[in-house]
């Protein structure tokens, strides 16, 4: 499971990951947020953070 998220949605981002998978993810930072492309899952935003297990 990857969840890219911003900052206003970390927790969020967060919360679900423990919710769905029962363990406790990996938060990493987009290394450069501008050449990314992806946008938030839970709004509009260019995501910042990915919020992933390993």
Do not use: G, W
């Not at 949605?9 to 363990?23: C, G, K, R, T, Y």
């Not at 501008?34 to 938030?40: G, P």
Request: aromatic share 10%.
């Amino acid at each position: 499971m990857k969840i890219y998220c911003c900052q206003e949605h970390v927790e969020l981002a967060l919360d679900v990951f423990v919710d769905e998978q029962e363990s406790y993810p990996d938060l990493k930072t987009v290394d450069n947020p501008a050449d990314l492309s992806t946008i938030c899952e839970y709004c509009t935003e260019r995501a910042i953070y990915i919020v992933e297990n390993t």
